[in-house]
């Protein structure tokens, strides 16, 4: 009875409590074996995932990796976010794409270098998870952005090309084994000339248009209509246009020729460099073949001048034909068309007021230099220090918030954006530079920005192809612009500063 009453209230008998701790005692060891077989499986799915590395740009959502079944029921550890890397991830798209346009140029003539089947697929899939995400950054632009020089970097020739290559859906599960290349030199070419744009100073504070031949006459006007009093039509004999009250004017016309002349360089390489060499070598070959161009076209802009002899502004002294400087022969400058209006000054000593010395040299009284939301005003480092010592120049800081902030632009004096270039070169005391190189004094111009022109021919672009006969590759770069003035008095240039 006591018995039976202890078991009714819970208690087990000997017999029924080592029964039951058999029972557990199985149990446990099914639980185990069942988290041995469960993390076999979960370490052959993250080995799969780890696997995706082939599909650049892919990533796992945030809430980290699948993590083991802990064994023995012990606390599962936290997992972090597991990322999937892929070798083309550090590369920017500029050099991704002439790396890919170089080895798919070098294929055409030796196909154990170039790229084709898989190796071509990972490429163009790597090339579109790029362009992606590009055009995300590249979708924020405004239209007002892009009216006052902002560029985007994927440009309508390369949305248009590239179009249904750039889904998701179709990119990763198309194949390109022999395909893309007439689609990754249109990407290069514009990546080329965005990155161009972000590095130059003074073709991005200017405008630019595309001449649709060349020469092109560009259409200006020289004068508007003449605005009078009206009386009152007196009469019906006022009712036709020879006898309106109205007097007539017209309004006057002219042109303004643009005719390109063309700038580039080319660089040989040895076919052991493609053989050898490891992709970063695109990377820094792209990255200083734009720099290059970028100071070569800001260079002509400024000191260009077109004619070949011993009075050449930018080369004074020595014809420039045939010498390294012979690349201010394609166009006439800035400096050259203030030289041609003489709107120059001499400002020996740089100060506060130098800029507003210029500005009222713009255009008869000063009138093009009245608003300086359509000026900058481009000075040479030296000119730029000497701002900075006499604390003139008001910080971007200062500044603050303003309709548009030039590339390149250090801050504003007088209300006016300042540039600083390098390319603008120390002159003698007559505002020239001479054969040697070796001036000292600095100068500075100040630009309409709505009346000094670039026209281009050609956008910036580069080529690769085979050198005949020899054991290695040539890659050039060119381009083709010329620069004009459309109205008298759009440059000023102050020249014999000390600095």
Request: hydrophobic share 40%.
């Amino acid at each position: 009875m006591p018995e039976t009453l202890q078991s009714g209230n819970g208690a087990a008998s000997p017999a029924e409590a080592e029964g039951q701790t058999g029972a557990d005692e199985g149990l446990r060891e099914e639980f185990n074996q069942f988290v041995t077989d469960t993390n076999v499986v979960l370490r052959a799915i993250q080995d799969g995932i780890t696997g995706l590395a082939d599909r650049p740009g892919r990533q796992l959502p945030a809430s980290g990796p699948l993590p083991l079944v802990a064994s023995r029921l012990t606390p599962a550890p936290g997992g972090g976010l597991l990322e999937v890397r892929h070798r083309y991830d550090d590369m920017s798209l500029l050099g991704l794409a002439m790396w890919g346009n170089l080895r798919m140029r070098v294929g055409i003539y030796e196909p154990r270098l170039g790229l084709s089947g898989d190796k071509r697929t990972e490429l163009i899939r790597a090339l579109q998870a790029k362009i992606e995400k590009q055009r995300r950054i590249d979708d924020a632009l405004t239209d007002v952005m892009l009216s006052r020089g902002a560029v985007r970097m994927i440009d309508n020739e390369v949305v248009r090309d590239w179009g249904r290559h750039i889904r998701a859906d179709e990119a990763m599960g198309a194949t390109y084994a022999n395909y893309g290349d007439e689609l990754v030199p249109t990407l290069l070419n514009s990546t080329v000339y965005y990155y161009m744009m972000l590095e130059t100073k003074v073709l991005s504070s200017l405008r630019a248009f595309q001449m649709p031949s060349d020469p092109f006459d560009f259409p200006v006007i020289t004068a508007g209509s003449t605005v009078r009093k009206v009386p009152k039509a007196a009469d019906l004999s006022m009712y036709d246009v020879p006898n309106s009250p109205y007097v007539d004017s017209k309004i006057g016309t002219n042109k303004v020729t643009f005719t390109a002349g063309k700038i580039g360089s080319m660089v040989l390489a040895e076919e052991e460099l493609f053989e050898d060499s490891s992709i970063g070598i695109a990377e820094m070959w792209s990255f200083q073949l734009m720099r290059d161009m970028a100071s070569a076209i800001d260079h002509v802009l400024l000191n260009g001048d077109e004619s070949a002899t011993i009075t050449n502004i930018s080369h004074d002294g020595v014809d420039p034909t045939g010498t390294a400087y012979d690349k201010v022969l394609i166009l006439d400058g800035l400096r050259h068309k203030a030289f041609d209006n003489s709107d120059t000054a001499a400002t020996a000593t740089i100060g506060v007021n130098s800029g507003v010395t210029l500005r009222k040299l713009m255009r008869g009284r000063g009138k093009a230099g009245l608003d300086p939301r359509r000026l900058v005003h481009i000075v040479d480092p030296g000119v730029y220090y000497k701002l900075l010592e006499l604390a003139a120049i008001e910080s971007i800081a200062d500044v603050g918030p303003q309709a548009t902030l030039l590339t390149g632009q250090v801050g504003q004096l007088k209300g006016v954006p300042v540039v600083v270039s390098d390319e603008l070169e120390n002159t003698n005391a007559t505002g020239k530079i001479p054969s040697t190189h070796d001036a000292t004094l600095g100068s500075h111009l100040m630009v309409d920005r709505e009346t000094a022109m670039v026209g281009w021919r050609r956008d910036v672009r580069t080529e690769l192809f085979k050198a005949q006969g020899v054991d290695g590759y040539v890659v050039d770069v060119s381009a083709r612009l010329d620069f004009q003035a459309l109205e008298a008095g759009a440059v000023a240039y102050g020249y014999n500063s000390t600095v």
